[in-house]
C-alpha cells in the first residue's frame, strides 16, 4: 500500500486548541439549555469550569513556555503560539461572561424557587448571624492563618515573599488601611489610638489568607425551608475584622491561581523514575502562574498587587462577576435530597451473561462476552480479578493500570492474589498526567505487596486497557483476557461510556501476552497478526485499511469507514482521510472533543461527515468500523486519533471477530449517528450546530443504548427461565 500522497495546506485544519474550547462551549451549552433537569444544569456548569482549569494549566502553560522561548513556529493550522493565546484569551472571557451569566441570572433564581439558596452578605440575618459566628471561629479561625506580604520584590528587609500557593489554591487578599497601626493590647482595650511603634507603612497593608481543600467551600445554614448556604467567602468576609482587631479592613477579595503543569519528565536523566516523578510534583507546585482568578469587585491596586507579585500581565487577569471556582459546584450539583431535580436515574444493569452463581472463567470460555458501561454494571471486570485472585487454577495475572479510583478493589484484588503465590505482574503509568501522586502509591503498595511492577516504557506513557489471566486447566494453559477502551477505574466506570470486552481467543491470548512481555522486557514484540501496538505498528495499521477503503472506492466499489473517538488531530491522518473523501469513501466521525479536520470542503472533504455527542455519560469509547469489501472489519481501541497516542503511547487496538459481539457494536456506532437530542454537527468553518429531530423521529443515542441493553437482558433473563435445569442428587 502506498502512505500518504496528500498533505493538506494550514487553512484545511482547525486549530487544536480552539478545537478543544468548542467542545467546552458544548459542555457548557447543557448547562444553558432548559429542557435540562436543573442541578444537571449546574453540574454541567461545574464540569466546564473543570475542564477549563485543566486547560490552563495543560494547554495555555505549554503555550505559554513555547512564547517565553520567542518561538514563532506554527502549527499545522498556521497559527503562532502568540496567535493562539490571543485567540484563546477573547474565546475564554466569552466563556466566563456566558457561565456567569447562566449562574446569575438562570440557574440560582430557578434554585431559588426550588429553596435551594446561595445567602449573600445582605441576607445573612440575625437568624443565623450567631450560627455563622461560630462555625468561623470553630473551622475557620483554627486552620487559616493571615501572612504579611511586602509590596517590594527584592527588598530583603522588607515582609515575606509571597508565598507558592498550590496550583488552583483558594486564597483570600484583604487589603489594610496602611496608615493604622496595630492597638496594643492595653491601648486596644481601652479604645486608644495606635502607638507610634506599631505605625505600618505601606509594604505591611496586603495581607494573604489560604483557604486549606479541607475548609468545607460551602457551609450549609440554618433554614427554616429548603436549603440555604454561603459561601466560605463570603463567611471569611463578614468576620474578617475577627483576623485582623484594631486595623481598618479595605478590601476582602476572592483569588485563584492556576500554574503551568504541562512539564515532563526528562526520563534521560532520572536514574529513578519513581524518584524522577516525585520530583516533577515538586517542581510543577513552582510553575509559572498562567492565570489570575479575582473577584470583579477587587480594586485597581489589589489587582495590581496581585499582578505584580505574580507576575503576570493583564492578558491572564480575568474578574469574575460572581463565586470564583465554579467547578466546585459540583457539590452543591450532587447534593443528596433533590432527586426530583436532576435526570432519572440509569442505574447500571447487572447483566445476566455473567450469572452471579457461575464462574466467570466458565462463562467466558462459553463464548466471548461484550458489555457496555455504564449501562451494564462494571463488577464482572472486578469479579474475574477477584476470582481469579482466590483461584487455585490461576496461575499468573498480568494488568496494566493507568487511572485507578480512590479504593480500588482491583488493586486490592491484586494484592490477594500475590498473598496467595500467584505470579502478578502489573504495569502502573507514573506519567498519567495529575494522577501521578496516586499511582505512586500504588506502586509503592503494590510492590510492598510483593507484586512485579514495572513503570512503563522510558518516553511513552502505557495508555494500553488490558489483564491477562493465565489459568491450568485439564487442556492445558488457557489465557483469559480483557481488553477495554476505559481505565481500570470502578468510580469513572460509572460515569463514562466504555466497552469491556472478555475473550479466551487463542491468538488474542497468545499476542497480548507477547505484548505485555515486550513492554516488561523492554523488547520489540513478535510480529502480530490480530492485535495492533502502538507506537509499533498500530499507525500503519490505521493507514493500512484507510487505503483499503480509498482502492475500493477507485473501482467504484463500497468503501466506507465510521469511527469513534475522542479526538482527532493527528495531521497525518487527517490528510489521509480528505484523500480518502477525494476518492469516493463515506465517511462517518463521532469525534467527542478535539476534531482538527474540516468537514464538507467541496473537493476536499465532501463525504466526510462528524457529530460529537454531549450527554450525560461522558463519551469515552473507541470504535472503528471499515468496510473492507464486505468483511466489516470491526475494532475497539484505546488509542484516540492523536499524534500522541500513535507515537508516543503504549496502546492497542483490537478486532471484534466474535459475530454477536460484532454486531451489537456496530448497532451502537450506528446510533451515534442517529442521535438528533444530544447530537451536534461540525460545519467546515470550525462551528457546531446542535442537530434537532425535525421530521424525523427522536432519537438519543445514549438512552438507546441503556433501553437496548435493557431488553437485551430481559431477553435473556426469560431465556434462562425457560431452560430446563435437570436436578443433581447429591454424592454419597
Not at 175 to 191: A, F, I, P, T, V
Not at 565 to 589: M, W
Request: aromatic share 8%; with cysteine; charged share 25%.
Amino acid at each position: 500500500m502506498n502512505t500518504v500522497e496528500f498533505v493538506a495546506k494550514p487553512s484545511d485544519f482547525i486549530n487544536r486548541e480552539l478545537s478543544w474550547l468548542e467542545f467546552n462551549q458544548r459542555v457548557l451549552n447543557e448547562a444553558c439549555r432548559e429542557s435540562t433537569p436543573l442541578l444537571d444544569r449546574l453540574k454541567f456548569l461545574a464540569i466546564s469550569a473543570s475542564n477549563l482549569d485543566e486547560f490552563f494549566k495543560v494547554r495555555v502553560g505549554g503555550l505559554r513556555i513555547l512564547l517565553r522561548s520567542a518561538s514563532e513556529k506554527q502549527d499545522f493550522a498556521g497559527m503562532t503560539p502568540l496567535a493562539q493565546l490571543d485567540a484563546i484569551e477573547k474565546r475564554v472571557r466569552e466563556m466566563y461572561d456566558k457561565q456567569y451569566d447562566i449562574l446569575l441570572n438562570q440557574i440560582e433564581p430557578l434554585l431559588a424557587e426550588k429553596s435551594i439558596v446561595r445567602s449573600k452578605h445582605e441576607d445573612i440575618d440575625a437568624d443565623y448571624d450567631a450560627f455563622l459566628t461560630q462555625r468561623f471561629e470553630e473551622n475557620l479561625v483554627a486552620v487559616i492563618a493571615p501572612m504579611s506580604i511586602s509590596e517590594e520584590l527584592d527588598d530583603p528587609q522588607s515582609e515575606p515573599a509571597f508565598p507558592l500557593f498550590v496550583n488552583a489554591a483558594f486564597c483570600i487578599c484583604v487589603r489594610l488601611d496602611g496608615n493604622q497601626g496595630l492597638l496594643s493590647r492595653s491601648s486596644e482595650s481601652k479604645g486608644l489610638e495606635p502607638t507610634a511603634h506599631d505605625q505600618s507603612g505601606p509594604d505591611s497593608q496586603f495581607k494573604i489568607l489560604s483557604v486549606p481543600k479541607s475548609v468545607e467551600r460551602f457551609i450549609t445554614v440554618p433554614s427554616k425551608e429548603g436549603f440555604r448556604y454561603v459561601t466560605v467567602e463570603l463567611a471569611i468576609a463578614k468576620y474578617i475584622q475577627n483576623f485582623f482587631p484594631g486595623r481598618k479592613v479595605l478590601e476582602c477579595i476572592p483569588f485563584r491561581i492556576t500554574r503551568n503543569a504541562d512539564m515532563t519528565l526528562n526520563e534521560d536523566g532520572a536514574a529513578d523514575l519513581l524518584m524522577g516523578m516525585t520530583e516533577l510534583l515538586v517542581e510543577r507546585a513552582a510553575g509559572e502562574c498562567v492565570r489570575l482568578e479575582i473577584a470583579d469587585e477587587a480594586s485597581a491596586d489589589t489587582e495590581a498587587f496581585l499582578m505584580n507579585k505574580l507576575e503576570v500581565t493583564s492578558h491572564a487577569v480575568i474578574r469574575c462577576r460572581g463565586p470564583l471556582a465554579l467547578s466546585d459546584f459540583m457539590d452543591i450539583a450532587t447534593m443528596s435530597g433533590f432527586g426530583h431535580l436532576r435526570a432519572t436515574d440509569w442505574p447500571p444493569l447487572l447483566s445476566p451473561e455473567f450469572p452471579v452463581s457461575t464462574s466467570i472463567f466458565e462463562v467466558i470460555a462459553e463464548q466471548d462476552r461484550i458489555l457496555f458501561h455504564p449501562y451494564e454494571s462494571y463488577d464482572p471486570v472486578v469479579e474475574m480479578i477477584q476470582e481469579a485472585a482466590t483461584d487455585p487454577q490461576v496461575i499468573a495475572i498480568k494488568q496494566t493500570l493507568y487511572r485507578t479510583s480512590r479504593n480500588s478493589e482491583i488493586v486490592k484484588a491484586l494484592k490477594t492474589a500475590a498473598s496467595n503465590d500467584k505470579h502478578v505482574t502489573a504495569i502502573v503509568e507514573l506519567k498519567a498526567r495529575f494522577d501521578e501522586k496516586r499511582n505512586i502509591k500504588w506502586a509503592r503498595e503494590l510492590e510492598q505487596a510483593g507484586i512485579d511492577v514495572i513503570y512503563g516504557v522510558r518516553g511513552l506513557k502505557t495508555h494500553a486497557k488490558v489483564c491477562i489471566i493465565v489459568r491450568r486447566e485439564p487442556q492445558g494453559i488457557r489465557r483469559y483476557i480483557h481488553f477495554a477502551t476505559g481505565n481500570y477505574n470502578e468510580s469513572t466506570s460509572r460515569q463514562y461510556s466504555d466497552i469491556s470486552y472478555f475473550t479466551c481467543d487463542e491468538q488474542l491470548g497468545d499476542e497480548a501476552v507477547n505484548i505485555f512481555n515486550a513492554i516488561t522486557g523492554l523488547s520489540v514484540p513478535r510480529p502480530t497478526v490480530q492485535l495492533s501496538f502502538a507506537p509499533v505498528d498500530l499507525r500503519r495499521r490505521l493507514e493500512e485499511l484507510i487505503e483499503v477503503e480509498i482502492a475500493y472506492a477507485r473501482k467504484k466499489l463500497p468503501a466506507k469507514i465510521e469511527a469513534k473517538v475522542n479526538s482527532l488531530s493527528d495531521q497525518r491522518l487527517i490528510s489521509l482521510l480528505y484523500q480518502a473523501s477525494q476518492a469516493g469513501v463515506t465517511i462517518n466521525l463521532n469525534v467527542r472533543g478535539i476534531c482538527c479536520l474540516r468537514p464538507g470542503v467541496p473537493g476536499l472533504s465532501d463525504r466526510i461527515r462528524v457529530v460529537s455527542i454531549i450527554d450525560r455519560f461522558l463519551e469515552h469509547s473507541r470504535i472503528l468500523y471499515f468496510h473492507h469489501g464486505g468483511q466489516h472489519q470491526t475494532f475497539i481501541s484505546s488509542a484516540d486519533w492523536m499524534s500522541r497516542n500513535l507515537d508516543r503511547r503504549v496502546e492497542l487496538l483490537v478486532p471484534i471477530n466474535h459475530k454477536p459481539s460484532r454486531d451489537r457494536i456496530l448497532r451502537a456506532l450506528s446510533g451515534y449517528f442517529l442521535d438528533n437530542v444530544n447530537s451536534y454537527e461540525l460545519n467546515s468553518d470550525g462551528s457546531y450546530v446542535r442537530l434537532e429531530p425535525g421530521k424525523d423521529p427522536v432519537y438519543r443515542s445514549q438512552k438507546s443504548l441503556y433501553e437496548s441493553s435493557q431488553a437485551l437482558h430481559a431477553a435473556l433473563h426469560r431465556q434462562r427461565a425457560a431452560m430446563f435445569e435437570p436436578h443433581k442428587p447429591e454424592s454419597e
